[in-house]
């Protein structure tokens, strides 16, 4: 008997390195293995394939796609939680091949349910993931997180923010929209993921949805790499026993648990050894190599009818899947979108009046001029950081932004506030704060009259002494570890012009979720911005592409702005895997008005940067 690894060119690099365990488990048994890719190969006699549904099926040209007699020549892998599309997805195709096999039991319990005779073939000892050795070696980071982005683990992990304030993280988040490949820039596989693993002292296991479904793959790799897992509690952990080869907690206490532990190294260490040795002595990929080889030997025995050996098409017709179309360049014009259309524009026509009004009050046309007041060691200081905030009407929340700047562990920056003409007690509350924390050194610049958020940033940029300047909105905040993470990402890449981190989203219930976890992409801004104006940035290359724009239809949008016009001229950057800030999100925000309508806005941005055109 052959086996053939049937694969998609488009499918996710992880099955490929499931696939190629597998393979090196049967050429360790005596089998021949051969590869067939975007196809299955012509059927022959003494050869079986080995294939994953939910990968290659939709990422292939229905032409492509198994024949009757193919599949019954062929052994399905099933991998996906039951309840998900992924798995109804495997399980059609399962039941039509000549054998099937499971990595989880529950799979298997679930396939059995619908009729479907699988095999479990649990993940063992794989020596190709084994970067660690189990020798000791240094773990610069703490906890670590590799998994597609869902609302449901944005929550989880953005409750470790304050939990990781002091430790050292490496968040690595992905779109679950396209199929990951090796050469993504962002998207850990091979050789850098398992190095990663072996870097870490811990791994967070969420999982994508309530069922809670042990991700046996995830587990393994950071098992065989000493990174010790502590994850939501799961069925089908067996044969692992909870709190001596991982740590389980419930969804809700996950931040909590893991802090504990954190602050346990030896706790870890045992863990740690306990369960890679469980792994190499115990689960051998023998075990299971020998149960997939009965399910290859049911598939190679499985009658093909009247079907003549070597009948079958094996071209190749790969169909890679793509982002889908961008919202603002589909069909608009429904009397909903007029609507929003004419409400925004509408409010957007009384701010200004109300502007103008309120400048004809305070002296007719000609602005009067702005003041300023040096405070703290600003004479003394030579920042390298300027850390802009910008001001109007935030009294409530302006002392929590500041106060979290002092708190910095960073030391060599410098605070610039541009009260934006507020007609509340913020500057008050400015002048106040910054008082109380004599160390800061500090710029507060008053604008004679209201001129709004980009014209505020503008001048905040032009008067910062430093070579990078961190803008940071009055109703949001940052961890004391903020800026030095980010300084020294740009220290680490000078081609790069800015440097943005992971941030949690709060409201008074807490954190709720996460913002500008994707890495760098300009060609993924023609989709809509994912990067937030809590950057850090090289001052210079602001100023060459003309600072922050005050377009009107732009309102709300001036940072997704600034990143269009960086890329359109060349500029990059970096993301930091870490949680670094605090977004406070509410109904009353800029953004809430901002997105009553977007059209006016997409319009302005693809008259102006060639980056977000189709």
């Known amino acids: 008997m052959r086996v053939c690894i049937v694969s998609a060119s488009g499918q996710n690099v992880f099955f490929e390195e499931m696939l190629e365990a597998f ?32 990968e290659f099926m939709p990422l292939v040209h229905p032409a492509a796609h198994p024949t009757d007699a193919q599949m019954l020549r062929s052994v399905a892998i099933c991998t996906e939680q039951p309840g998900t599309s992924w798995f109804d997805g495997s399980s059609a195709v399962a039941g039509k091949c000549g054998a099937a096999v499971d990595i989880n039991a529950l799979g298997v319990e679930a396939l059995a349910r619908m009729g479907i005779r699988a095999r479990l073939v649990p993940l063992g000892y794989i020596p190709g993931w084994d970067h660690w050795g189990g020798d000791d070696r240094e773990r610069p980071v703490d906890v670590t997180f590799m998994g597609t982005v869902t609302e449901r683990r944005e929550r989880a992990l953005a409750r470790c923010g304050a939990v990781l304030r002091t430790r050292r993280a490496a968040l690595h988040l992905y779109e679950p929209l396209v ?80 802090g504990t532990l954190l602050d346990d190294p030896g706790r870890i260490e045992a863990i740690r050894r306990a369960a890679y040795r469980y792994v190499r002595e115990e689960m051998p990929m023998s075990a299971s190599i020998d149960s997939l080889i009965e ?66 009050r305070e002296g007719g046309t000609i602005d009067p001029p702005d003041t300023e007041r040096i405070v703290g060691p600003y004479d003394r200081l030579r920042p390298r950081v300027s850390v802009v905030v910008t001001v109007y009407n935030y009294a409530d929340f302006v002392a929590e932004a500041l106060a979290s700047v002092a708190q910095s562990d960073y030391e060599l920056y410098e605070v610039v506030v541009v009260d934006d003409h507020s007609t509340d007690p913020s500057l008050d509350a400015v002048q106040r704060t910054i008082d109380e924390h004599p160390w800061v050194a500090a710029r507060i610049v008053v604008h004679g009259r209201n001129r709004g958020l980009a014209a505020a940033r503008n001048t905040g940029v032009r008067a910062a002494r430093g070579e990078y300047v961190f803008i940071l909105d009055a109703d949001n905040a940052i961890y004391p570890h903020a800026l030095q993470r980010l300084t020294d990402a740009l220290d680490r890449d000078p081609d790069k012009s800015f440097a943005y981190g992971i941030i949690e989203k709060f409201s008074h219930d807490g954190p709720v979720g996460l913002m500008s976890f994707l890495g760098w992409d300009p060609q993924r801004l023609r989709w809509g911005n994912y990067i937030d104006a809590m950057t850090m940035l090289r001052r210079q290359a602001v100023l060459d592409v003309g600072g922050y724009t005050s377009e009107p239809d732009l309102y709300g949008w001036e940072d997704f702005a600034l990143w269009c016009a960086l890329a359109s001229a060349g500029h990059s950057g970096v993301l930091v895997e870490e949680i670094l800030a605090r977004y406070r999100v509410g109904p009353f925000s800029m953004i809430s008005v901002t997105n009553i309508d977007t059209s006016a806005a997409w319009a302005a941005l693809m008259r102006r940067y060639d980056v977000v055109r189709p």
């Open 295 to 360: 399910a290859l030997e049911d598939a190679a025995s499985s009658p093909t009818g009247n079907v003549h050996v070597g009948s079958s098409s094996s071209i190749p017709r790969p169909r890679h899947a793509e982002m889908p179309t961008p919202l603002h360049l589909k069909r608009r014009g429904t009397q909903a979108e007029v609507m929003r259309m004419a409400l925004k524009h509408l409010t957007m026509e009384t701010k200004a009046l109300r502007r103008e009004v309120t400048a004809l």
């Open 23 to 54: 393979a090196e488990g049967l050429v360790a048994k005596g089998i021949e293995v051969e590869h067939s890719v975007d196809c299955f190969p012509r059927l022959e006699s003494d050869l079986v394939s080995l294939f994953v549904p939910h």
């Open 179 to 258: 199929p990951h490949h090796a050469d993504h820039n962002y998207f850990l596989s091979g050789a850098r993921k398992w190095d990663a693993l072996a870097s870490a002292h811990t791994i967070l296991n969420i999982h994508r949805g309530e069922l809670a479904y042990m991700e046996w793959q995830r587990v393994l790799g950071a098992v065989l790499n000493g990174c010790v897992v502590v994850t939501e509690h799961s069925y089908g952990y067996a044969p692992f026993v909870p709190n001596e080869h991982f740590v389980s907690a419930g969804y809700d206490d996950l931040h909590l648990v893991l």
